[in-house]
């Protein structure tokens, strides 16, 4: 729909705070063991994926660093899918690897596009 145009650098803000506050929650699951069971070992690769996540989803969210933070969650999702999801099934929805091959190209994505408006990176800018 043509008349929605106007409103796509909004839209593209939305989707990147809406995926950095969800990436950053999972983080804190892991991290800080918010809303969770399981809270990995503080070192293990687990923990560090979390604070891959909490930190990058929280620089996406805030639109601060927003390249490099998008190009290093996309690869912590691509080492998720690989590493754990992958060797289960080719596909995502069997292995129950949908988030992160999702987030893993919204964050690439992000970091070729940038943070758009309503962000810290845009403000520096100015």
Known sequence: MKQLEKYADHAYALMRIVAGFMF???GAQKVLGILSEFQPPMGSQLWIGGVIELVGGLAVLLGFGTR???FI???EMAVA???FHFPQSFWPSINGGD???LFCFVW???SAAGAGPW???AI???
């Open 24 to 26: 950053a929650f999972h």
């Open 68 to 70: 490099i933070a998008a």
């Open 73 to 75: 969650c996309s690869g």
């Open 81 to 83: 899918y690989f590493q």
């Open 99 to 101: 988030a992160a091959v």
């Open 108 to 110: 690439l994505y992000i």
């Open 119 to 121: 962000s810290l990176d």
């Open 124 to 126: 520096r800018r100015k």
